[in-house]
């Protein structure tokens, strides 16, 4: 008998775990784990359009990681277990703007900013107690955090040590993704080198110590975020991941061993076909590229393993409710596009910070879909749609175009149509892709084209072509302000005491020779994990160990351009 696609699919389902669930419809009709033709692409099959498992969610469904972070840890950890305790299943932590730029609490341009858009961090104390009481071993963490990224990492991992946890079975991600900052968040502390360097200790480091956990998160969500389209949205981080990628290779690294240590973060946006056709180009580009030009032979090396966030920027102030269907449906489009993990909006969050009974909405979002809809019954369920896939594949080949525009701005002649002559030029240590990247942030050309797509969807909604209900169309409204959260003065002026006492009762010698160790490596260019660590341990400052690494390597300005 002649092996077809499907037959090859139906032995990798036989063979996989499924959930022990109910996968009837409302009406109790059987329906088929997965549906196409005999030689059609399946789910779990190169390229991956389709989803990484053949199972799709029947052997597990998407994680519920919703992101929180406001006011001091204590504050922050009250609702980690408030998230746990409802049904979600891992964390994400949003860090407030003095720690996202590496500044302690105390700090002069801190004032007026500590605890306001996430949780202040300013030593590995803070962390212990934004973790208490919840086991690191066991919960899945991510952390949206790039500049100071790795010390932040540090700060966990001696958290996680002075719980008792066996650090070298953590699992979680780290955002670290320094690219997308130079190209749409503008949250760096060093110039890219440095940075990148510090990216290529923290991937030789977990490789070696910490095998589960993905150091790095490649992220479009702040791309899009910042008025890209979607197709910019897929090519610039796809873009980005391979450079990080070429750094990998860089450094002598097994791309079947630290390949799976990246994954994505993606928005979903309102727009519901686009988005479910970009997840779906996302992993097939990824899947190829990874294979041809990058060498990787395994599956998991080739999967593009992502987290989704809803679109913030699709909220509204005005009738703030009507953001709980935005989200409900920017939430659907994720899950039909296979995502492997899911944070939903606040209906407040363009306002403030999520309160507690609309972050409880967010949550419930979720389960809604998974527990009732029957969405998770069928891998999937769209592939075969004509629309879909004509809109996939359209997708696909703006984001080819967009790639070969980023060799080109690196001087490569070649073209994403020539993946053996790609990997030959990686094999050189040509790294093409990522010059071309760092070409593009000196040009400012990533800043100009999302400015020229988010000015052009602007206009259409200034005219009327665009509509968004309750902003330009629908605006009567019986509904009424919201209750926001506000974080009160006082968590700034509580932290930056805590703080104070905890410098006077640490041992400063020990700190300092800590620090200069660190700084000695960093001359020698020796990896910067283990001497960052050591200075965490001394309860060295979030902003003490970023200073003295500016001390070295300088600050990063982004040029003036008009």
């Known amino acids: 008998m002649t092996e077809t696609a499907r037959s090859r699919w139906q032995a990798r389902y036989d063979a996989s775990r499924t959930r022990d669930a109910d996968f009837t419809t409302l009406s109790g009709l059987e329906v088929a784990p997965a549906y196409g033709t005999e030689d059609s692409e399946w789910p779990g099959e190169f390229p991956?359009?389709?989803?990484?498992?053949?199972?799709?969610?029947?052997?597990?469904?998407?994680?519920?990681?919703?992101?929180a972070g406001f006011g001091n840890a204590r504050q922050t950890n009250e609702r980690y277990r408030m998230i746990l305790g409802r049904g979600g299943g891992g964390l994400s932590v949003?860090?407030?703007?003095?720690?996202?730029?590496?500044?302690?609490s105390d700090d002069p341009r801190s004032l007026g900013e500590v605890g306001h858009c996430g949780?202040?961090?300013?030593?590995?104390?803070?962390?212990?107690?934004?973790f208490d009481g919840i086991d690191l071993g066991d919960v899945t963490t991510s952390m949206t955090i790039s500049g100071p990224a790795v010390p932040v990492f540090c700060m966990m991992l001696v958290a996680a040590e002075r719980a008792g946890v066996d650090t070298t079975t953590l699992n979680g991600t780290l955002q670290t993704d320094i690219f997308k900052e130079y190209i749409a968040q503008k949250e760096w502390i060093f110039g890219p080198e440095p940075h990148l360097k510090l990216i290529g200790d923290l991937m030789e480091y977990c490789a070696a110590n910490i095998p589960a956990y993905k150091p790095l998160s490649v992220s479009g969500y702040h791309i899009r975020e910042?008025?890209?389209?979607?197709?910019?949205?897929?090519?610039?981080?796809?873009?980005?991941?391979?450079?990080?990628?070429?750094?990998?290779?860089?450094?002598?690294?097994?791309?079947?061993?630290?390949?799976?240590?990246?994954?994505?973060?993606?928005?979903?946006h309102v727009d519901f076909f686009e988005e479910i056709a970009k997840f779906r180009a996302a992993r097939r580009i990824w899947a190829r590229w990874m294979r041809d030009v990058y060498g990787a032979t395994t599956d998991k090396a080739q999967w593009l393993r992502f987290h989704t966030q809803t679109a913030g920027v699709s909220l509204t102030a005005q009738q703030p409710y009507n953001n709980v269907v935005r989200t409900g449906i920017e939430a659907l489009s994720a899950v039909l596009g296979g995502t492997n993990s899911l944070h939903t909006?606040?209906?407040?969050?363009?306002?403030?910070?999520?309160?507690?009974?609309?972050a409880e909405i967010a949550l419930r979002t979720q389960q809604v879909i998974m527990e009732e809809t029957g969405v998770v019954n069928v891998a999937d369920p769209l592939g075969g749609s004509w629309y879909v896939e004509a809109l996939t594949d359209r997708l696909e080949a703006e984001a080819t175009a967009i790639f070969d525009k980023i060799l080109a701005m690196g001087g490569s002649s070649l073209t994403s149509d020539r993946p053996e002559a790609l990997a030959e030029a990686v094999r050189r240590g040509e790294?093409?892709?990522?010059r071309g990247l760092l070409r593009g942030i000196e040009e400012g050309w990533f800043m100009s084209e999302i400015a020229e797509a988010a000015f052009q969807y602007q206009t259409a909604l200034e005219k009327g072509d665009k509509r968004i209900v309750g902003v330009n169309c629908h605006e009567e409204s019986v509904t009424h302000d919201l209750e926001i959260l506000r974080v009160s003065h006082e968590v700034e002026v509580d932290q930056v005491r805590t703080l104070d006492a905890r410098r006077q009762g640490r041992d400063d010698a020990a700190v300092r020779a800590a620090l200069a160790g660190m700084v000695d490596a960093a001359r020698a260019d020796a990896n910067l994990i283990e001497p960052m660590l050591e200075a965490v341990r001394a309860e060295a400052t979030l902003g003490e160990i970023c200073d003295a690494l500016r001390g070295l390597w300088g600050e990063y300005r982004e040029p003036a351009r008009f």
């Open 48 to 67: 991956f359009t389709r989803g990484l498992y053949p199972t799709g969610y029947r052997g597990r469904t998407w994680t519920i990681r919703q992101f």
């Open 94 to 104: 949003a860090f407030d703007m003095p720690t996202l730029m590496g500044r302690d």
């Open 119 to 130: 949780v202040a961090i300013d030593s590995a104390a803070d962390m212990e107690v934004l």
């Open 226 to 268: 910042a008025g890209s389209t979607a197709a910019q949205e897929l090519a610039f981080t796809l873009a980005d991941g391979f450079g990080y990628v070429e750094l990998g290779l860089s450094r002598g690294l097994d791309v079947d061993v630290f390949a799976p240590g990246l994954s994505f973060f993606f928005d979903a």
């Open 345 to 358: 909006n606040a209906l407040d969050e363009t306002l403030a910070l999520p309160s507690e009974q609309a």
């Open 431 to 434: 790294n093409p892709v990522t």
